[in-house]
């Protein structure tokens, strides 16, 4: 099946800095990228849908300025944690669509975020 | 964006016992879906259900879908200790384009 690359699968960092995550479709294109978060034992939360080319779209409640997402080319799409504060520390989850394969999404393996 | 609820949340089995998960959701869906997390890692797609159908089957694995209900159940049968994963269902909402909503999840413990 399709694959997504996704790195670092862990950072960590002081708080008021700044993390990125990349996200890559490495065999196929992807012009849609759902970004989620997921706590502890919990669900996916979408955070916000990237489109190659255009502005990210972003769930309710979610701070566009916090969370940065470029999806400059097919198949890249990147995340940037901006000024990670303690509690923007969770697992961020990427994942696309392959137009190859019906309506499944491709996970990426996923981004262990501790702010210290 | 989370519409689906699972229960159980935590289902713990003897390897070779069958392991049964339901999913139920509130929209009007194209498909359901079903994927697997091994602890701190990605999700793996499992099985895809369309609206139109009653049951699908793929080697161990067996997902009904009753749309009037609007549940799904996933049953693992024959289970293996490698199948101790977090099982979530996903739904795609009619006009979400590609789009999942996820479940809260089922963890799933099959003790050898």
């Known amino acids: 099946g399709a694959v997504v690359s996704q790195h670092p699968s862990r950072v960590i960092c002081k708080s008021g800095t700044s993390v990125k995550i990349e996200c890559r479709s490495l065999?196929?294109?992807?012009?849609?990228m759902f970004w989620y978060r997921q706590f502890p034992k919990k669900s996916l939360m979408l955070m916000a849908t990237?489109?190659?080319?255009?502005?990210?779209?972003?769930e309710q409640g979610v701070e566009k300025d916090k969370f940065l997402i470029n999806h400059a080319s097919l198949t890249l799409s990147t995340l940037t944690v901006t000024s990670a504060h303690p509690e923007d520390s969770s697992f961020y989850i990427c994942?696309?669509?392959?137009?190859?394969?019906?309506?499944?999404?491709?996970f990426g393996s996923g981004t262990q975020l501790s702010v210290l | 964006s989370q519409q689906g609820e699972e229960d159980p949340q935590a289902l713990s089995i003897q390897e070779g016992e069958n392991a049964t998960m339901n999913c139920s959701y509130k929209?009007?869906?194209?498909?359901l879906q079903w994927y697997r997390q091994n602890s701190g890692r990605g999700l793996v797609h499992l099985i895809l259900?369309?609206?139109?159908?009653r049951e699908k089957h793929s080697g161990r694995l067996r997902v009904t879908l009753d749309t009037s209900k609007k549940s799904s159940s996933l049953l693992i049968t024959a289970s293996r200790a490698a199948d101790t994963a977090s099982y979530f269902c996903?739904?795609?909402?009619?006009?979400?384009?590609?789009?999942?909503?996820f479940g809260g999840g089922t963890r799933l413990m099959v003790k050898p």
């Open positions: 994942s696309a669509p392959d137009s190859r394969a019906d309506e499944k999404l491709f």
């Open positions: 065999d196929f294109q992807a012009t849609t």
């Open positions: 990237s489109n190659e080319g255009s502005k990210a779209t972003y």
């Open positions: 929209t009007s869906i194209n498909n």
């Open positions: 259900i369309r609206s139109n159908e």
């Open positions: 996903a739904t795609a909402p009619v006009g979400a384009g590609n789009m999942l909503t």
